[in-house]
Each structure stands twice: as structure tokens, then as C-alpha cells.
């Protein structure tokens, strides 16, 4: 999109976005770092590329066309030939009521795409304006299904082999690289990671077998089987991603480590590249960081009422830990950069020591482990304490050197953030007790864990609400003790009777009343902190579909009630999953001073949890069905990743 300077700057004076003192002052910022007033106002989150866009077409009378996720026809894409839409940057991605084509542009004051455009289509066809990268995004909708442009790719030119045992002596790694640069290789390469990319996955998985080679992507969390290959291909397709890279291509012996850069669909896409030898050869796996993605905010990644405010009152005192904990691929990396990035500040110096480094934040200094050159976490956190740092982020608390390094620069002034892999909150206390951390230091340092997984999110097009069958319904009435819940919601209405009879006036009982009213089912849970938390943005719906055959009044009905959640459809926005995006399950145990007291008496982990259910503790298992009464997850979802 194109923006002339003074037309850029009418819109964001009228929309308030800045003041016009603002403005001169973000001219002369860049002018003086040489970057482009729009790319600037983007970087510095002023206003987001969408957010300009809408309020451009609102200035020129041109309607905003969203194509985020739009799915476009075949024979509706193909009115603008590939070659062409890539050229002037446009698509065809629908069409109106009287028959026009919907034309989406970025730059829809361009004079010479319009005169094609009604060169092609006479009158019929309306223009609309949309973003770059959504464009992009419709734009790989050209692309055939994936297996076949594989295929095509693979039958277009001769199958080519690198078997090692066919390589001569005068064979020389410049002569391969040659070779595997060649189609059809580069390009069935390309398309893997292309349709990694288009499918939202993680990880990509490139394996051998005796016969084929297996390519899966984790989607979602969930490995799916995407599609085989000729084995003969096998030795190419590995020399290409390493030197794509940057691994010997002569080395098969032994794993290796690399990392590719590349821009796709618009985002600037990282993959993390790991080689394994395994029986049939050597295994890839590639895991995929989308650079360009902003760091979520704690609410978005799933936290909510009192575990969100232990962690953001903790995150604000002036030195202590906080860890987050879980298994591998539980999210606790994504955890940490949130967290940086909620209390990153030009007047803050925060440093990392990670293995690897995923994602780049600005105003961070990031630093990579190398065990082969000795940069292991405690030798980098050591060197970091030389660093005048304000905040300091561990990737992993592993040893007992770290653990002592962790605990020295907390209670020497520093925020310090770390993870360790333990399967509970609790259990991170008595395993740095393991890692012989004298208790008091422990109670002293350590300000909140967090304990997490990762759930798939219910796909909002095609979930379905249901109703728990009898035998369903009572074990989770059981699991989570609801029965306790009905008793205190009837004791609520019988203390409300009670102040009525008692003749209060109606400025008591509305009080009363008024305070009733705004709790939710999980604000009353949280009171009888052994049940369940409550998250205090429900709405009183959620109550209702809880209780909904609940009657106080009548004790036929007493204790019965009727439970609703949601269930996994699948359509084809989600590919039929009924799944679509994950969020986080979460626990988190404020080390107060009655927790402390418990850790220096060297107090069991069901003690330790015992006492912080009576400061609200809520474990992940009861958090889950929390999201599952919102609709965000299914029971089902929840109890695959906690139960153990």
C-alpha cells in the first residue's frame, strides 16, 4: 500500500491515532534511521498494517476486503492467470449478487492494474483493497494439492540418486551441491515447506523407511501423516536441507544442528533443522518459528482471573524467580517470551542465555548456549551477572550449578526467569531440592511457578454445544467436587431469605443482592478454593448451562442439574479436525509466607498443595474444564493431556 506522506498523515490525525507533535516528531525518527514513515509507524506498534488499511479505503471510498481466512474457489482464483495476480499483486476472490468479480489490491490507486483489470473484465468487476500479506496469503492458493506437486515435481525431470555409495572420489561436495539444486529436488524441498507453512504445523518430520520416506507435520500437537515419497530421493532431499542449512553434507554419522531463513507467504518464517542417523538413513526435523508473529499477551495464551494476577503481581516486584514448568513442547518457551516482553522497557536491561534462541526480541540481548566451546547455561548466566542486568532469562534450569547461578542472581537484586521440566507446579519446589538448593534460599527466591500444557481450541465455525450423558456428568461432578458447589450456592440463597426475613432494608438487600449477582459460577468455586477457580470475565450464561435443572427451591430437583459443553465437528476451515489453534492450561503457586514456611520444613508436595488451595490454587486438570464450560476446548482435550 502507498500512502502519500500528507494523506498518511489526515488519516491518523482524524482517527486520533497521534497527535500531530507526534507525527513531526516520527518524520524526523525516519529520516534519521533511513526507514520509511509507514514501516515505522508498523515497527513501533503505533498501528498495524490491517488497522491503516481500513482506514485508508474508509478515506479513498474503497471497501476493506479482510482475506485472513478466506478459502477462494479454483475457477474463481484462475479469472486472473497465476503469473499475472503475482505481477500486479491482485486477486479474484469472489464474486456479487449481480455477477461482478470481487478484485482484491494493495495498492488500488495503481493506474496500470486498473487498465488491465478493465482490459479483462470490461465493467464487470469491483475493486476492493486489502493488505500485502493477505493477499500473498491467496495467492498460494495457485498452488495444487500437495501430493500433487510433488509428484509433478518429482516426473518432471530424471530421478536423481546421491546414493553415498555411488559418489566417487572425484566427486566433490561443490559437484553435489549442483546436483540437489537441480529440479526436481529444490522444488519438492520448497513445497514441503511451503505447505508446512499454509498448514499452520510446528514441526516437519522427513523420515526414512525400508521402502518410502514418511513426511508428517505436527498440527496442533497432533503428528499427521501427510504423505510418502520414492526412497530413492532420500539422500537428495537430506543434501538439499542441509545445505540449505548450512550443515556438512559429508557428515552422516553424526546429528547436526542448523537453521534456515526464508520469507514465505509474507512472514518471515525460521526453521530450527535437526539431522538424527537412524537405521534407514538420516531422520529431519524441522521446527518452524514464525519471526514475524508478535508475542502473545498473557491472556491470550490462556490465563485467566487469579492465576493472571499472580503472575503479573510477582512479575512486577524488583527481584525473585519465577519458573515455568512442563514437558517438552507444553509451550513454556512461548510462556517465557511473553513474560519478557510484558516487562521489556527501553529503562530495563534483560539478557538471555537460551538452547537454542527461537525468536528475536527486540531490545533483548539473546545469547546461545554452545556446549562445545563450554557456553553451557551456567557458564552464559555467570557471564551475564557481569552484565549489569536488570532481568535475566535461563532456557533451563538442568543442573545444580544453574540452579545455584538462578538462585545467587535472584537474591542479588535481579528478576530471573527460567523452566524446568517437572510435570507439576508443585513438584518444581521439591525438585530444586533435588538439585541441593538449601530450603530457605528456595522460599526466599522463588516467587510463582507456573505449570502448563497445551490444549487444541475448539474449531468457532463448527463446535457443537451438547449435554452430558448421566454417567458422564457424574464423574465430573466427582472429579471436581460440584456437589460441594450446589450445597454453597443453596446456603447463598438460604443467608439471602434470611436478611429478608430479618426485615433489612432494601439498601442491605439490594447489597446483598448486587454482590450475588456478579459472581459467576467459577468466583464461587474460588471461595471454596478445594473446588474449582473462578475466572472473573464468565458471564452469568455460564452459570445458567451448569445449573439449568437446578432448583434450590424445590427439593425433588436438589443436587440434579444439567452439564452442557462442546464437541469437535470438523469442517473446512479446520480441515475436518473440528480443532483449530491451541491455548495454554495453566497452574500457579505464589510462594507466600505461608508456602514458604512449608518449604523449609521440608513439607511433602500434597502439603504444599494443600496450603495453596486455600490462597486459590486451582491444578490444570480443573482449569481445563473451566475453558471447556467457556467453549474454548473440549472435555476430551482436557482429559488426553492431564490425565497421567
Given at each position: 500500500?502507498?500512502?502519500?506522506?500528507?494523506?498518511?498523515?489526515?488519516?491518523?490525525?482524524?482517527?486520533?491515532?497521534?497527535?500531530?507533535?507526534?507525527?513531526?516528531?516520527?518524520?524526523?525518527?525516519?529520516?534519521?534511521?533511513?526507514?520509511?514513515?509507514?514501516?515505522?509507524?508498523?515497527?513501533?506498534?503505533?498501528?498495524?498494517?490491517?488497522?491503516?488499511?481500513?482506514?485508508?479505503?474508509?478515506?479513498?471510498?474503497?471497501?476493506?476486503?479482510?482475506?485472513?481466512?478466506?478459502?477462494?474457489?479454483?475457477?474463481?482464483?484462475?479469472?486472473?492467470?497465476?503469473?499475472?495476480?503475482?505481477?500486479?499483486?491482485?486477486?479474484?476472490?469472489?464474486?456479487?449478487?449481480?455477477?461482478?468479480?470481487?478484485?482484491?489490491?494493495?495498492?488500488?490507486?495503481?493506474?496500470?492494474?486498473?487498465?488491465?483489470?478493465?482490459?479483462?473484465?470490461?465493467?464487470?468487476?469491483?475493486?476492493?483493497?486489502?493488505?500485502?500479506?493477505?493477499?500473498?496469503?491467496?495467492?498460494?492458493?495457485?498452488?495444487?494439492?500437495?501430493?500433487?506437486?510433488?509428484?509433478?515435481?518429482?516426473?518432471?525431470?530424471?530421478?536423481?540418486?546421491?546414493?553415498?555409495?555411488?559418489?566417487?572420489?572425484?566427486?566433490?561436495?561443490?559437484?553435489?551441491?549442483?546436483?540437489?539444486?537441480?529440479?526436481?529436488?529444490?522444488?519438492?524441498?520448497?513445497?514441503?515447506?511451503?505447505?508446512?507453512?499454509?498448514?499452520?504445523?510446528?514441526?516437519?518430520?522427513?523420515?526414512?523407511?525400508?521402502?518410502?520416506?514418511?513426511?508428517?507435520?505436527?498440527?496442533?500437537?497432533?503428528?499427521?501423516?501427510?504423505?510418502?515419497?520414492?526412497?530413492?530421493?532420500?539422500?537428495?532431499?537430506?543434501?538439499?536441507?542441509?545445505?540449505?542449512?548450512?550443515?556438512?553434507?559429508?557428515?552422516?554419522?553424526?546429528?547436526?544442528?542448523?537453521?534456515?531463513?526464508?520469507?514465505?507467504?509474507?512472514?518471515?518464517?525460521?526453521?530450527?533443522?535437526?539431522?538424527?542417523?537412524?537405521?534407514?538413513?538420516?531422520?529431519?526435523?524441522?521446527?518452524?518459528?514464525?519471526?514475524?508473529?508478535?508475542?502473545?499477551?498473557?491472556?491470550?495464551?490462556?490465563?485467566?482471573?487469579?492465576?493472571?494476577?499472580?503472575?503479573?503481581?510477582?512479575?512486577?516486584?524488583?527481584?525473585?524467580m519465577t519458573l515455568v514448568t512442563g514437558p517438552t513442547g507444553s509451550g513454556k518457551s512461548t510462556t517465557l517470551y511473553s513474560l519478557l516482553t510484558l516487562i521489556n522497557d527501553i529503562g530495563v536491561n534483560i539478557s538471555t542465555v537460551e538452547?537454542?534462541?527461537?525468536?528475536?526480541?527486540?531490545?533483548?540481548?539473546?545469547?546461545?548456549?554452545?556446549?562445545?566451546?563450554?557456553?553451557?547455561?551456567?557458564?552464559?548466566?555467570?557471564?551475564?551477572?557481569?552484565?549489569?542486568?536488570?532481568?535475566?532469562?535461563?532456557?533451563?534450569?538442568?543442573?545444580?550449578?544453574?540452579?545455584?547461578?538462578?538462585?545467587?542472581?535472584?537474591?542479588?537484586?535481579?528478576?530471573?526467569?527460567?523452566?524446568?521440566?517437572?510435570?507439576?507446579?508443585?513438584?518444581?519446589?521439591?525438585?530444586?531440592?533435588?538439585?541441593e538448593v538449601e530450603p530457605f534460599l528456595i522460599a526466599s527466591t522463588v516467587n510463582t511457578v507456573i505449570g502448563q500444557r497445551l490444549v487444541r481450541q475448539l474449531c468457532p465455525k463448527c463446535k457443537e454445544k451438547i449435554t452430558?450423558?448421566?454417567?458422564?456428568?457424574?464423574?465430573?461432578?466427582?472429579?471436581?467436587?460440584?456437589?460441594?458447589?450446589?450445597?454453597?450456592?443453596?446456603?447463598?440463597?438460604?443467608?439471602?431469605?434470611?436478611?429478608?426475613?430479618?426485615?433489612?432494608?432494601?439498601?442491605?438487600?439490594?447489597?446483598?443482592?448486587?454482590?450475588?449477582?456478579?459472581?459467576?459460577?467459577?468466583?464461587?468455586?474460588?471461595?471454596?478454593?478445594?473446588?474449582?477457580?473462578?475466572?472473573?470475565?464468565?458471564?452469568?450464561?455460564?452459570?445458567?448451562?451448569?445449573?439449568?435443572?437446578?432448583?434450590?427451591?424445590?427439593?425433588?430437583?436438589?443436587?440434579?442439574?444439567?452439564?452442557?459443553?462442546?464437541?469437535?465437528?470438523?469442517?473446512?476451515?479446520?480441515?475436518?479436525?473440528?480443532?483449530?489453534?491451541?491455548?495454554?492450561?495453566?497452574?500457579?503457586?505464589?510462594?507466600?509466607?505461608?508456602?514458604?514456611?512449608?518449604?523449609?520444613?521440608?513439607?511433602?508436595?500434597?502439603?504444599?498443595?494443600?496450603?495453596?488451595?486455600?490462597?486459590?490454587?486451582?491444578?490444570?486438570?480443573?482449569?481445563?474444564?473451566?475453558?471447556?464450560?467457556?467453549?474454548?476446548?473440549?472435555?476430551?482435550?482436557?482429559?488426553?493431556?492431564?490425565?497421567?
Amino acid at each position: 500500500m502507498q500512502v502519500v506522506q500528507s494523506k498518511l498523515k489526515d488519516i491518523l490525525l482524524k482517527n486520533n491515532v497521534l497527535s500531530n507533535a507526534k507525527f513531526e516528531d516520527l518524520i524526523e525518527e525516519a529520516k534519521d534511521s533511513k526507514i520509511g514513515l509507514l514501516p515505522l509507524l508498523i515497527s513501533k506498534k503505533i498501528i498495524t498494517e490491517k488497522e491503516l488499511t481500513k482506514l485508508y479505503a474508509e478515506e479513498i471510498g474503497i471497501p476493506f476486503a479482510d482475506l485472513s481466512d478466506v478459502q477462494v474457489p479454483k475457477e474463481t482464483l484462475r479469472k486472473i492467470p497465476e503469473k499475472i495476480a503475482r505481477k500486479y499483486n491482485m486477486v479474484v476472490f469472489g464474486k456479487e449478487e449481480d455477477g461482478k468479480l470481487k478484485v482484491a489490491m494493495s495498492d488500488p490507486e495503481d493506474i496500470q492494474t486498473i487498465q488491465f483489470i478493465k482490459k479483462e473484465f470490461g465493467k464487470k468487476f469491483k475493486i476492493f483493497i486489502a493488505t500485502k500479506p493477505e493477499i500473498d496469503l491467496v495467492l498460494d492458493q495457485y498452488k495444487d494439492e500437495f501430493s500433487e506437486e510433488i509428484s509433478k515435481a518429482i516426473a518432471e525431470n530424471r530421478e536423481i540418486s546421491i546414493e553415498e555409495e555411488e559418489l566417487s572420489e572425484a566427486d566433490t561436495v561443490d559437484s553435489v551441491r549442483e546436483i540437489v539444486q537441480e529440479a526436481p529436488i529444490a522444488r519438492a524441498v520448497n513445497i514441503i515447506l511451503e505447505y508446512a507453512v499454509k498448514s499452520r504445523a510446528s514441526d516437519i518430520h522427513i523420515e526414512p523407511r525400508e521402502t518410502f520416506i514418511q513426511v508428517r507435520y505436527r498440527i496442533d500437537g497432533i503428528l499427521r501423516d501427510t504423505m510418502t515419497l520414492p526412497k530413492q530421493i532420500m539422500s537428495s532431499v537430506v543434501t538439499r536441507i542441509k545445505i540449505l542449512s548450512n550443515l556438512r553434507i559429508d557428515e552422516h554419522r553424526v546429528p547436526q544442528d542448523g537453521r534456515i531463513k526464508l520469507k514465505m507467504a509474507g512472514k518471515n518464517i525460521s526453521l530450527r533443522v535437526s539431522t538424527l542417523p537412524v537405521m534407514d538413513g538420516e531422520k529431519i526435523v524441522m521446527r518452524i518459528l514464525d519471526e514475524s508473529t508478535r508475542a502473545a499477551s498473557l491472556e491470550e495464551l490462556g490465563f485467566r482471573g487469579l492465576a493472571l494476577e499472580v503472575v503479573k503481581r510477582n512479575l512486577d516486584r524488583p527481584h525473585g524467580m519465577t519458573l515455568v514448568t512442563g514437558p517438552t513442547g507444553s509451550g513454556k518457551s512461548t510462556t517465557l517470551y511473553s513474560l519478557l516482553t510484558l516487562i521489556n522497557d527501553i529503562g530495563v536491561n534483560i539478557s538471555t542465555v537460551e538452547d537454542p534462541v527461537e525468536y528475536r526480541i527486540p531490545g533483548v540481548n539473546q545469547t546461545q548456549v554452545n556446549p562445545a566451546i563450554g557456553m553451557t547455561f551456567a557458564s552464559g548466566l555467570r557471564a551475564l551477572l557481569r552484565q549489569d542486568p536488570d532481568v535475566i532469562m535461563v532456557g533451563e534450569i538442568r543442573d545444580k550449578e544453574t540452579a545455584e547461578m538462578a538462585v545467587h542472581a535472584s537474591l542479588t537484586g535481579h528478576v530471573v526467569l527460567s523452566t524446568l521440566h517437572t510435570n507439576s507446579a508443585p513438584g518444581s519446589l521439591p525438585r530444586l531440592e533435588d538439585m541441593e538448593v538449601e530450603p530457605f534460599l528456595i522460599a526466599s527466591t522463588v516467587n510463582t511457578v507456573i505449570g502448563q500444557r497445551l490444549v487444541r481450541q475448539l474449531c468457532p465455525k463448527c463446535k457443537e454445544k451438547i449435554t452430558l450423558d448421566d454417567q458422564l456428568t457424574a464423574k465430573i461432578i466427582a472429579n471436581f467436587n460440584l456437589r460441594k458447589e450446589l450445597t454453597l450456592l443453596e446456603s447463598k440463597e438460604k443467608e439471602a431469605k434470611k436478611i429478608k426475613s430479618l426485615g433489612l432494608d432494601k439498601k442491605d438487600e439490594g447489597e446483598l443482592t448486587k454482590e450475588l449477582g456478579k459472581k459467576t459460577i467459577l468466583e464461587l468455586l474460588q471461595e471454596n478454593p478445594a473446588i474449582l477457580n473462578r475466572i472473573s470475565d464468565f458471564d452469568r450464561e455460564v452459570r445458567h448451562n451448569i445449573f439449568e435443572e437446578y432448583d434450590v427451591t424445590e427439593k425433588k430437583t436438589k443436587g440434579k442439574f444439567k452439564m452442557n459443553l462442546y464437541k469437535p465437528v470438523g469442517c473446512a476451515k479446520c480441515e475436518q479436525t473440528g480443532y483449530k489453534g491451541r491455548v495454554g492450561i495453566y497452574e500457579v503457586i505464589e510462594v507466600n509466607d505461608e508456602i514458604g514456611s512449608l518449604i523449609v520444613k521440608k513439607a511433602s508436595e500434597d502439603d504444599l498443595v494443600a496450603q495453596a488451595r486455600k490462597d486459590g490454587f486451582i491444578n490444570m486438570h480443573q482449569d481445563g474444564l473451566a475453558k471447556a464450560l467457556e467453549g474454548i476446548t473440549s472435555i476430551e482435550e482436557v482429559m488426553r493431556v492431564t490425565q497421567e
